[in-house]
């Protein structure tokens, strides 16, 4: 059975730097066709692409907040991390993170999610 | 960047077709995906690469894309479909999602 599971603090302060760590079971994170992302989810709003990292270490983040964000793995601890800097109230979200599964060439799925992690930024 | 568009909100009543669009610049070039999500839940994969369902999806979810327009069918439609549902393609290695769309079962 594939489970990802997303970790971090609850509550985290503005300008502080936040860490997620996903901790993945059932599949490996070095196998070809995986990758693993991360994807949040203000309060009432819409689905926000973050970033993404794959089996060969190939990255890739959100423009808008790509200086604010770093992408890492551990392959064997099976754990994905990110990293956000200088966070914000406007931060405040369900992170999720997700597994990208490379069907078929040009096609990658989110296929499945972790349950999410409640993340509020606040003095 | 890319943008990706959808229709806030779709009404249907049970047991009709519910569609619901999501439109892009030249979409129909890219593959197109899609999420259920109901409250409180995490999203569920209900069709990729424009048309496919993955497993365990029921039959009555089918997806199309064409032009600058990617369209998700639901055909009778049940209560259990109330849900937010999300589309996503990928530009140049980026992921872009659409605004979501809420489906009323009415």
């Known amino acids: 059975q594939v489970t990802l599971k997303e970790s971090g603090p609850v509550l985290v302060k503005p300008t502080e730097t936040l860490t997620l760590t996903c901790t993945v079971s059932?599949?490996?994170?070095?196998?070809?066709?995986?990758?693993v992302s991360w994807i949040r989810q203000p309060p009432g709003k819409a689905l926000e692409w973050l970033a993404h990292?794959?089996?060969?270490?190939?990255?890739s983040s959100n423009t808008s907040l790509k200086s604010r964000l770093t992408i890492s793995k551990d392959t064997s601890k099976s754990q994905v991390v990110l990293t956000m800097t200088n966070l914000d109230p406007m931060d405040t979200a369900t992170y999720y993170c997700?597994?990208?599964?490379?069907?078929?060439?040009?096609?990658?799925?989110?296929?499945?999610w972790g349950q999410g992690t409640v993340v509020t930024v606040s003095s | 960047s890319y943008e990706l568009t959808q229709p806030p909100s779709v009404s249907v009543s049970p047991g009709q077709t519910a569609s619901i669009t999501c439109s892009g610049d030249?979409?129909?070039?890219?593959?197109v995906y899609w999420y259920q999500q109901k409250p409180g839940q995490s999203p569920v994969l209900v069709i990729f690469?424009?048309?496919k369902r993955p497993s365990g999806i029921p039959e009555r979810f089918s997806g199309s894309n064409s032009g600058n327009t990617a369209t998700l069918t639901i055909s009778g439609t049940q209560a259990m479909d109330e849900a937010d549902y999300y589309c996503?393609?990928?530009?140049?290695?980026?992921?872009?999602f659409g605004g979501g769309t809420k489906l009323t079962v009415l």
């Open positions: 997700a597994r990208i599964n490379h069907f078929v060439v040009g096609v990658y799925a989110f296929d499945i």
């Open positions: 059932g599949f490996s994170l070095s196998n070809a066709r995986m990758g």
């Open positions: 990292i794959f089996s060969n270490d190939e990255k």
């Open positions: 030249k979409l129909g070039d890219k593959y």
């Open positions: 690469q424009d048309d």
């Open positions: 996503q393609t990928w530009d140049s290695r980026t992921v872009v």
